[in-house]
């Protein structure tokens, strides 16, 4: 029996009604996927499924919390998890996702939602995830105040509290600025 035996939907048993499936995605889950985005959590799934004239429409909606490493000071933190998404599926020869559409072979007649799940959960992770302001590591953000060092013409873009990092305006050294020339004249 797969490890994931649990959320396979059933598809080719379906007539007209909707079914309904619920899960709670907690550390065990995730510590199967054994993804490192992601490694604890509690989310509730929920999966309602619907048979169309000749496809089935599998809609999800997520609740809840997930544990990942701050950018900044790499504590954990909490991101709040609330998801929306639909899937259409059809029967084929064989497995395969196209556009939007997702085959599954009509010999099994079922389909695997686990990693699915997953997936929606780290789309709904931001690109740049941080505590809120105050709630940083201290003493990693004092490491980091240490080591940052920022020219006037640079774009860096750190966004620090004034009370967690204070960012120097420091001049670099001149035997360096003919190389900038250099950049200007492509």
């Not at 907690?26 to 985005?37: C, G, H, L, T, V």
């Not at 809840?64 to 701050?70: A, E, N, Q, R, T």
């Not at 007649?109 to 709630?135: D, Q, T």
Request: glycine share 4%; charged share 30%; net charge negative.
């Amino acid at each position: 029996m797969s490890k994931f035996a649990l959320y396979n939907v059933v598809l080719k048993d379906l007539s007209t009604e909707t079914r309904v499936y619920e899960y709670v995605l907690d550390d065990a889950y995730f510590k199967k996927i054994d993804s490192e985005e992601v490694q604890k959590g509690t989310v509730n799934a929920k999966v309602t499924v619907q048979k169309k004239t000749n496809s089935f429409e599998l809609n999800f909606i997520l609740d809840g919390v997930v544990l990942i490493p701050c950018n900044r000071c790499l504590d954990n933190m909490e991101q709040p998890i609330h998801y929306k998404e639909k899937l259409q599926v059809k029967f084929g020869d064989k497995f395969s996702e196209e556009d939007e559409i997702v085959i599954v072979p009509e010999s099994e007649g079922s389909i695997n939602i686990a990693w699915f799940l997953y997936e929606f959960i780290v789309l709904n992770i931001p690109i740049k995830h941080v505590h809120a302001p105050g709630e940083c590591n201290k003493t990693m953000v004092t490491k980091l105040k240490k080591h940052i060092t920022r020219s006037k013409d640079d774009d860096v873009d750190v966004e620090f509290d004034d009370d967690e990092l204070e960012i120097e305006d420091t001049t670099t050294d001149p035997r360096w600025d003919g190389l900038q020339n250099i950049l200007d004249n492509n």
